[in-house]
């Protein structure tokens, strides 16, 4: 359980970063953190879609 709290740290770490600053490097790191946790079936496909739509909502709505 321990390392899905850290998975999720990392991915809500890379999400904050994102949102104070809208560069490509974060926006990279938010979705290679998100796309490595479901290739590695640490998330579902809906926890994934959720996550990139926050995602897009930041970009959309900066």
Known sequence: MEQLEQVYKVMDS???QYRLD????NLGRALGAAKLAFELSIITAD???TYTDSLI???NNA
């Open 47 to 49: 926890q994934f879609f």
């Open 22 to 25: 809208k560069s490509d490097v």
């Open 57 to 59: 909502w930041e970009r």
């Open 14 to 16: 890379a999400l904050e």
